[in-house]
C-alpha cells in the first residue's frame, strides 16, 4: 500500500471521546519511548504529523489520524497512550490503563494492532500486561521490534527469535524496524494490505 495521505483528526483522553466511525482502525500500542510517534511518522513521510517527543509520557491520548482520505483503502491509524512511564502518579497510570483496556475491548473496528517493542531489550512486565490485553480480546497483531539501527544486522535476527520466542509467535508475526534508518516500512505496508483487503472481503 502506498500512503497517499494523512491527516491529525484528534486525541481522546478518555473512552467517550473516542472516535465513532465505520472506518477500520489500526492501532500502534507500546511503552512511551519505544518509537511509536517516530513510527506514524515513518509510515506516513511525515517527520512532524505524530509529535515526537524526548520526554517520555508525552503521549497521554489516544491520538488519531485519518490515512488516504477518500481513497478505497482509508483507515483509521490510532496511536495509544504510551504505558510504563515511571515518572507518573498512580490516579493517572489507572486512567491510562482504564482507556487503553476500555478501547481495545469495545473498538468494534479496530481490526490490527502494531505492537512495538525495543528490540534491544527483553519486553517488560507492561508488555505483558498489553500482550494479555491483546489475547484477552482476540486482537490481531504484529509485533514491531524498534530502533533496528542501534544493533548490528547479525544481532537483528538474533534479536527478533528472542522476542518471538518471548512471546510464543511466528517469526512471520515480527518485523523489525528503524525509523532513524528507514527500514521495515515494506514489510509493514504489506501487512497493512492484508488486514485492509481481508476487511473489504468481509464487507462484501
Ligand atoms: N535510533 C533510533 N531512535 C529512535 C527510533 N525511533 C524512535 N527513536 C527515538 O526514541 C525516542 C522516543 O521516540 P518516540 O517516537 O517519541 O516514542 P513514543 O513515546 O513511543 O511515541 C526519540 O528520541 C526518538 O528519536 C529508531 O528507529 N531508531
Ligand atoms: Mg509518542
Not at 25 to 44: D, E, H, P, R, T
Not at 118 to 123: E, F, L, W
Not at 140 to 161: G, Y
Request: hydrophobic residues 40%; glycine residues 4%.
Amino acid at each position: 500500500m502506498i500512503i497517499k495521505n494523512a491527516s491529525y483528526i484528534k486525541g481522546a483522553s478518555k473512552y467517550e471521546q473516542c472516535i465513532v466511525s465505520d472506518l477500520v482502525q489500526v492501532a500502534v500500542a507500546g511503552k512511551s519511548n519505544v518509537g511509536k510517534s517516530s513510527f506514524i511518522n515513518y509510515l506516513v513521510n511525515d517527520g512532524k504529523l505524530a509529535r515526537t517527543s524526548k520526554l517520555p509520557g508525552r503521549t497521554r491520548l489516544i491520538n488519531y489520524f485519518l490515512i488516504n482520505d477518500g481513497a478505497n483503502d482509508e483507515f483509521i491509524l490510532a496511536d495509544l497512550p504510551g504505558y510504563g512511564f515511571a515518572k507518573v502518579s498512580d490516579a493517572e497510570k489507572l486512567k491510562w490503563a482504564e482507556l487503553l483496556e476500555k478501547y481495545l475491548a469495545k473498538e468494534k473496528m479496530l481490526k490490527h494492532v502494531f505492537f512495538l517493542v525495543d528490540i534491544r531489550h527483553d519486553p517488560t512486565r507492561d508488555d505483558v500486561t498489553m500482550y494479555n490485553y491483546l489475547f484477552k480480546n482476540n486482537l490481531p497483531f504484529t509485533i514491531v521490534a524498534t530502533k533496528a539501527d542501534k544493533i548490528s544486522k547479525s544481532q537483528v535476527k538474533n534479536r527478533l527469535r528472542c522476542i518471538a520466542n518471548f512471546f510464543k509467535v511466528g517469526e512471520s508475526n515480527i518485523i523489525a524496524i528503524s525509523s532513524v534508518a528507514k527500514t521495515g516500512k515494506e514489510a509493514i505496508s504489506e501487512r497493512l494490505d492484508k488486514v485492509l483487503s481481508a476487511h473489504q472481503v468481509a464487507a462484501e
